[in-house]
C-alpha cells in the first residue's frame, strides 16, 4: 500500500484536530504545523511554524515531502477580520502566498486551500460555485484574493490547488468568539449558576447555513483524493437555519427561561441576509452526505459544556 502524506498547516486551530483524525482513520501520515503549541499535544510530526514565515514554511515543506497539503491557518473570524483587517491580509492572503511558493519551488502535490461562503455576494436563494462573489467584510475580500492567486499558479506554474468555499461549521471546542458556541457558554452559565440576567446577542434576524466540523473535514478529504476535483468547490449542508431558530433551540436544552438582550457590539458593520449551500457538485463528484443535523450537533457542544463547567 502507498503511503499518504498529509500536512495541516494551521494544525492546532479548531479544524485540525478533527482533519487530522479524519486522515488518520483513512491510512494517511499525518504532520502538522502551526505557530502555537496545542493545549493538548500534537504528538508525532509536529513543527512549529508561522505560515507569516516564508522560510520556515519552506523547510516544513521540504522536511515533510507531503502528497497533500491543507491550509487551514487562517484569521476565520469575521468579526475578528473588522478589527485586525491588516492582520488578516497578512495571515491568510500573504501567509497562503508563502506555500504556493514553497510548493512552486519543491515536488508536485496538491493543494487544498480553505475558503469560505463569505465570499459570496448577496442572494436569498442558494449559491453555486458559478455565482457572483462580492465580500462584504475583510475577511471574504482576503479570501477571495487566495482564489484569485491560486487562479495564477494554476495557469502559470501548473499548480494542483483545489480551492474548497467552505460555508458555517461548529461542534465541540470551537472558540465561543463564533456564535453558536457563543450562545452555548452563555445559556450553560446561567443555568448552571441559578444567575439571573440574559444572553447577549448580535444580529439573529440572518440565515446560515450550519454543519458539523466532522462532516465538512469528510468533505475535504474526499476532495483531496478525487482524481478530477475541479478548481472551486462548496461544501456546505444545503440548509439554511435562522440563528434565533438555533439559539432558541440552545436555550431549550437548559430547560431554563433566559432572556435575550441584543448586544450592539455584537453586530456587524454589514451582514448578508442569507447564505445557503448549493453542493450538488461536491455531492456529484465524490458522493459525500452529511451524517450529522446541527441539531446533532448543538447537543453535543451543550452536554460537552455542562460537563466541563461541572469539573471546574
Not at 36 to 46: H, I, L, T, Y
Not at 137 to 158: D, H, L, T, V, W
Not at 290 to 296: A, C
Request: glycine share 8%; proline share 4%; charged share 25%.
Amino acid at each position: 500500500m502507498i503511503e499518504k502524506r498529509a500536512l495541516i498547516i494551521g494544525c492546532n486551530g479548531f479544524v485540525g484536530g478533527y482533519l487530522k483524525e479524519e486522515l488518520c482513520k483513512n491510512g494517511y501520515v499525518v504532520f502538522g504545523c502551526d505557530c502555537n503549541v496545542a493545549e493538548k499535544p500534537w504528538g508525532f510530526g509536529f513543527i512549529k511554524a508561522d505560515i507569516t514565515d516564508a522560510d520556515a514554511v519552506m523547510k516544513t515543506i521540504s522536511e515533510v515531502h507531503p502528497d497533500y497539503i491543507f491550509n487551514l491557518a487562517a484569521i476565520s473570524s469575521v468579526g475578528l477580520s473588522w478589527k485586525i483587517p491588516q492582520e488578516t491580509i497578512n495571515v491568510n492572503v500573504c501567509g497562503t502566498l508563502n506555500i504556493l511558493e514553497a510548493v512552486r519551488r519543491g515536488a508536485p502535490v496538491r493543494v487544498i486551500l480553505v475558503g469560505s461562503s463569505e465570499e459570496f455576494a448577496p442572494s436569498h436563494k442558494r449559491v453555486s460555485e458559478q455565482d457572483m462573489l462580492e465580500a462584504v467584510n475583510p475577511y471574504g475580500i482576503s479570501r477571495i484574493m487566495i482564489e484569485n492567486f491560486a487562479k495564477i499558479y494554476r495557469n502559470q506554474y501548473g499548480l494542483d490547488i483545489v480551492c474548497i468555499r467552505a460555508f458555517n461549521h461548529t461542534g465541540v471546542g470551537q472558540k465561543p468568539i463564533f456564535v453558536l458556541p457563543s450562545f452555548i457558554e452563555q445559556v450553560v452559565r446561567l443555568a448552571s449558576s441559578g444567575e439571573t440576567g440574559a444572553i447577549k446577542v448580535g444580529n439573529i434576524s440572518v440565515s446560515r447555513d450550519f454543519s458539523d466540523v466532522r462532516d465538512i473535514v469528510r468533505a475535504y478529504r474526499l476532495l483531496a483524493e478525487c482524481p478530477c476535483a475541479p478548481d472551486v468547490v462548496n461544501v456546505g449542508s444545503g440548509i439554511a437555519y435562522k440563528i434565533e431558530d438555533l439559539l432558541h433551540y440552545i436555550i431549550s436544552l437548559s430547560g431554563k427561561e433566559i432572556a435575550v438582550a441584543f448586544d450592539r457590539d455584537r453586530f456587524r458593520p454589514d451582514d448578508l441576509p442569507y447564505c445557503c449551500c448549493d453542493n450538488a457538485l461536491l455531492k456529484r463528484l465524490t458522493g459525500w452526505e452529511p451524517q450529522f443535523t446541527i441539531f446533532d450537533t448543538l447537543k453535543e457542544m451543550y452536554d460537552n459544556a455542562v460537563t466541563k463547567r461541572g469539573t471546574i
